[in-house]
């Protein structure tokens, strides 16, 4: 969830509660101020929670840069490549849907893949 969420670029509704209270009670001349808190916040949160999501952090390191950018649309293959789930051998191959865990395309193991995308962000 917490993983879809940055890569969507939507808040988690309990920031963006917060975030509108503040508005409201401040007044809308603090609302650029306010924004800039609860993206902190948000960010304070993606950092600390180490459980989930582990994948998506290593690619989307800072959530405001990503949301703030200027190119490239989410789409299916790209949500599931930056979520680490869907139709990728070594996703498929844990749950005993496929047998190997290598690339389909170039037949290298996928691990190895990531590691070379992961250099080159």
């Known amino acids: ?5 940055v890569i969507t ?4 509704i309990e ?3 917060q975030e509108r209270s503040r508005i409201y009670e401040v007044g809308r001349e603090s609302n650029k101020q306010i924004q800039e808190e609860s993206n902190q916040e948000w960010q304070r949160r993606w ?14 390191r800072n959530i405001e840069a990503w949301c703030q ?4 649309e989410i789409e299916y293959y790209l949500t599931q490549f930056l979520g ?19 690339c389909w ?6 691990e190895r893949i990531c590691t070379k995308v992961l250099e080159k962000l």
């Open 15 to 17: 920031i963006m509660v």
């Open 69 to 72: 950018r200027r190119h490239g």
């Open 84 to 102: 680490g789930h869907g139709c990728f051998n070594a996703y498929l191959k844990r749950f005993g849907l496929k047998n190997t865990d290598k």
């Open 105 to 110: 395309y170039c037949g290298r193991a996928i």
């Open 9 to 12: 670029g939507i808040k988690p």
């Open 47 to 60: 950092e600390l929670d180490t459980d989930k999501a582990r994948w998506t952090k290593r690619l989307i």
């Open 1 to 5: 969830m917490k993983a879809i969420q």
